[in-house]
């Protein structure tokens, strides 16, 4: 047994190394937006305008990731922002962190369901057969439901048996995408033209706010790093480094598939494509199949997304089980396979489902829970000040630097993302839909808390907390 790990700090088991975590975080961070709204970003800003507002995204995305950098140290449990707010702010808050999260993360779960037999549209546009109905104006087939339906069954089975399995095909599908994104560099020293990368910059400070508004459906998924903090085998100083690594490397790719991208084709002509990346990849290398090889890139980054999040999800609503928020059974673990099982079949259950509500169903709700990850970010940055203030001589094996402003900064920048999911803002969510399915959310929020009248404990999860902070100090 190494250094750094014990056999009594957890109920899980600690498999996962420095590939893996970097592997999870990176795969679920880039996902499949970059290959459908790549030519509209051009567009909007110009190629080094896309480039400039994906490096102001990363730097934002880098303090909220250095906050957490230093509570994943401190406090290495599953569950992750659960954990912080509820030893930070209580209860309340913990929860309002957590329900907002698990929202945001269903949604991508859900989303990525839709999104896999929509993209394997590109490569057979012929698969559609057996219209079933309609929903929100989209012809939903039973074929292209049966892609996704299978997707899902696949995803929540590999999660069910373990999570060396999830990893081990996370770690390949990154590596694929990793290769497609060579491709593009190597295609854009052959075959990019300086002539289409004008304009550089386009629509001014609009131009790159309208790029920024993707940033929080584009970047989340770090995240899931302090989600899986019992199933990592690393000190915990590094497991902290390696969640600013991964928003680091996230930031990287957006910024060379937006150069690259940009000098393949005009920008009217990538914004007018439906899958721009992959049109821009064919005339890199003028070729179709280089074009079509993008696009299992982006199935690539489609289940690794998936995978991530449903292995965030999974787990975070076992921490809110463990502290009486959710009922008792999402805490169940598998016997042999050391995972959530009822919490992944619940969420996987819920994909199952997904692909039967059409497309446009699901974008809203994506868009409803853009906003809601963007608050639990608000609130993990408020809760690192508050801990910093409260508990000085708290062991924190990563600590950051100036850390009064890096948590300041990221409180505030956080807070700005959400206001602009605000009526009359640029991502402004669609009324009535997108408002309608986040009130629910919420209205079903209150239920919960209304049928837990022990929510304002959490003495149990506070005293595991605790105990697994302070039990595994020899793993820093």
């Known amino acids: 047994m190494s250094d750094h790990q014990t056999s009594t700090d957890t109920k899980f088991t600690r498999v996962l190394g420095r590939w893996d975590v970097l592997a999870v975080a990176f795969g679920a961070m880039i996902g499949f937006g970059w290959i459908v709204l790549t030519g509209g970003f051009l567009q909007d800003a110009g190629t080094l305008g896309a480039v400039l507002a994906f490096a102001i995204g990363g730097v934002i995305m880098s303090l909220v990731g250095l906050t957490y950098a230093e509570l994943v140290a401190a406090m290495p449990t599953a569950g992750g922002e659960h ?239 463990t502290s009486g928020m959710v009922p008792r059974w999402f805490a169940k673990l598998h016997p042999k396979y050391r995972t959530p099982s009822n919490a992944i079949l619940f969420i996987g259950g819920l994909s199952v489902l997904s692909p039967l509500f059409g497309e446009q169903m699901l974008v809203w709700l994506v868009d409803a829970g853009g906003i809601s990850i963007v608050v639990a970010f608000f609130l993990v940055a408020v809760t690192f000040l508050l801990l910093r203030q409260k508990e000085p001589d708290m062991e924190r094996p990563f600590r950051v630097s100036s850390g009064r402003a890096v948590g300041a900064l990221a409180a505030v920048l956080s807070l700005g993302l959400a206001v602009l999911y605000l009526p009359g803002m640029p991502a402004a969510l669609i009324w009535p839909y997108e408002w309608i399915i986040l009130g629910v959310w919420w209205l079903a929020g209150v239920v919960l808390v209304l049928r837990l009248p022990n929510i304002g404990a959490g003495h149990d999860a506070e005293e595991r907390l605790v105990a697994a902070t302070h039990g595994t100090r020899n793993r820093t």
């Open 83 to 321: 954990n912080y707010v509820l030893r930070g702010l209580g209860s309340r808050p913990a929860f309002i962190t957590s329900w907002s999260l698990v929202f945001g993360y269903v949604s991508v779960v859900a989303f990525e369901a839709v999104a896999l037999p929509q993209t394997l549209l590109y490569l057979a546009p012929d698969m559609l057969a057996g219209r079933l109905w309609t929903v929100a104006d989209y012809d939903v087939y039973a074929s292209w439901a049966a892609v996704g339906i299978a997707g899902a069954v696949g995803i929540t089975l590999l999660n069910y048996v373990g999570i060396r399995p999830a990893a081990v095909f996370q770690g390949l599908a990154v590596l694929f995408l990793l290769g497609v994104g060579a491709l593009l560099v190597i295609g854009s020293a052959i075959g990019g033209s300086s002539e289409h990368l004008q304009p550089l910059f386009a629509g001014g400070v609009g131009g790159i706010i309208a790029v920024l508004v993707a940033v929080p459906f584009l970047f989340v998924g770090f995240d899931v790093i302090p989600q899986s903090a019992e199933e990592i085998n690393l000190p915990f100083k590094l497991i902290g480094k390696l969640v600013v690594v991964s928003v680091i490397s996230a930031a990287v790719f957006y910024m060379i598939v937006m150069f690259t991208v940009g000098s393949a084709l005009p920008k009217a002509e990538l914004a007018k494509s439906d899958l721009s990346a992959a049109d821009g990849m064919a005339a890199l290398w003028d070729s179709q199949t280089f074009g079509d090889i993008l696009v299992l890139g982006g199935v690539a980054g489609i289940l690794t997304s998936w995978n991530g999040f449903l292995l965030g999800a999974s787990r975070l609503l076992y921490a809110m089980a």
